[in-house]
């Protein structure tokens, strides 16, 4: 911790265009898709968002180097880009796992016991929130909402709502996810 009279060090990214690997170009699929936003918004800052949300499908998260790559097709500056980035949670600014589990935590989920589902979720794949499971395959992250209060508890793993969660079926999901992924790593 630091004090009046000695400056916390805080570490700043380097965009320096010497620092650049191969990573910060862009894909032409990516470009593609990126291109194709360009028709909903009125500027190309407005899109730095959709990039951002493409470029991470394409390569799990988004790196320094990647989002360089969005900042320097976009012409914005990267800071801009990084509070983008770092304000809305689905913009993953590390590695993740191939699923991420986004576990609610609303008053609603609360009451509907999912202190005791997280507890199951994290003693099954060995983690704790934050954390990606030793296969890479799992991450879990709190939310504080996923907006299916009425359907409590809930999670989304990927892009797909799991609602009215009980062990039973958090392990099913689970399970499946597991079996997928050892069934496409043998193809």
């Known amino acids: 911790m630091s004090s009046v009279f000695e400056p916390e060090v805080v570490e700043v990214m380097d965009f320096s265009k010497a620092d650049r690997s191969t990573e910060t170009q862009l894909s032409a699929e990516e470009k593609r898709e990126i291109d194709a936003e360009f028709s909903h918004y009125e500027?190309?800052?407005s899109v730095g968002l959709e990039a951002l949300r493409i470029v991470q499908k394409h390569r799990g998260w988004i790196s320094d180097q990647s989002l360089q790559a969005v900042s320097d097709y976009l012409d914005i500056p990267p800071a801009q880009l990084e509070g983008v980035a770092t304000f809305f949670q689905l913009i993953f600014r590390q590695p993740v796992g191939k699923e991420v589990i986004l576990f609610c935590k609303s008053a609603s989920c609360w009451i509907m016991g999912c202190a005791r589902l997280q507890a199951h979720i994290e003693q099954k794949l060995q983690i704790a929130p934050?954390?990606?499971s030793g296969d890479g395959i799992f991450t879990l992250l709190?939310?504080?909402c996923l907006?299916?209060?009425d359907k409590a508890p809930?999670?989304?793993v990927?892009?797909?709502m799991h609602r009215n969660l009980t062990e039973q079926t958090?392990?099913?999901i689970i399970d499946n996810?597991?079996?997928?992924h050892a069934d496409e790593s043998t193809d």
């Not at 996810?177 to 997928?180: A, I, P, Q």
């Open 43 to 45: 500027d190309k800052a």
């Open 130 to 132: 934050g954390q990606t």
């Open 142 to 144: 709190e939310t504080p």
């Open 147 to 149: 907006g299916d209060c």
């Open 154 to 156: 809930v999670m989304m």
């Open 158 to 160: 990927g892009e797909e």
């Open 170 to 172: 958090i392990d099913e």
């Open 177 to 180: 996810k597991k079996r997928r």
